[in-house]
């Protein structure tokens, strides 16, 4: 099983990843996650990449391409992963897709969750206040959202010319939109099966 889940900050991409991958037995891959772990050890890629997530700006393709190939290339992804925060840029969609191709067969599915803005700042404000991050402050979020919408909406038309969207909407219970991601799933692959 080869997912990944797409949608703004602050829709619930990263706890939904933990429970789909969970389920399925696949690694969740974040990007975002892999970063931070990065910031925090003090690595030379942590440097570099916090710079642009203080700011609320994407981290260059060259460096998060790198990251991501090595990753996939690790035997636990082998059977399959959920790719949470990556591809964000049509750069990285083509990156991924040769990886892909190299391999035996591209993705399965693409889960976007969707919510409106201002649920979406909302949680966010109040992520900050339960975490700390630094990047969740109200003008990095704003610039997160815009930079959201301009790099990374736009996949979601390319992977729907595909056939392989799914779309969620992530309000309300965790427990709930977990569900409802189960429940897209299911349909899609009876409907590519059938
Ligand atoms: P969120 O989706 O809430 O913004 P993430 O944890 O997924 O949070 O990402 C945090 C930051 O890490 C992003 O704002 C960006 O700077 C960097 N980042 C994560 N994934 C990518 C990616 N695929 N390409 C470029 N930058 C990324």
Redesign the pocket.
């Known amino acids: 099983m080869r997912l990944l889940l797409i949608g ?3 829709a619930g ?2 706890t939904q990843a933990a429970r789909v991958a969970h389920a399925y037995g696949i690694p969740a891959i ?4 892999i ?2 772990a990065n910031v925090d050890e003090g690595t030379p890629l942590g440097l570099q ?1 916090k710079e ?2 203080d700011r ?6 060259e460096l ?1 391409n790198s990251l ?1 190939l090595d990753r996939l290339a690790q035997t636990d992804a082998g059977a399959g992963f959920l790719l ?6 049509l750069a ?1 969609v083509y990156t991924l897709d040769d990886c892909l191709e190299a391999t035996d067969g591209g993705l399965d599915a693409v889960v976007q969750l969707t919510i409106d803005t201002d649920e979406i700042v909302q949680r ?1 404000l109040r992520r900050a206040k339960e975490q700390g991050r630094s ?1 969740d402050t109200e003008d990095v979020i704003r610039k ?1 959202l815009d ?2 919408q301009e790099q990374t909406h736009p996949l979601v038309a390319v992977y729907a010319d595909r056939g392989i969207l799914v779309s969620v909407d992530a309000k309300g219970d965790v427990g709930d939109v977990t569900e409802r991601i189960f429940g897209a799933l299911g349909g899609r692959i009876r409907r590519a099966e059938g």
């Not at 974040?30 to 996650?33: C, E, F, I, K, Y």
């Open positions: 703004p900050p602050g991409k990263g974040s990007t975002g996650d970063f931070r990449a642009y997530m609320g700006a994407y981290v260059p393709d998060t991501v949470d925060g990556f591809p964000r840029t990285q966010l990047d997160r930079v959201y």
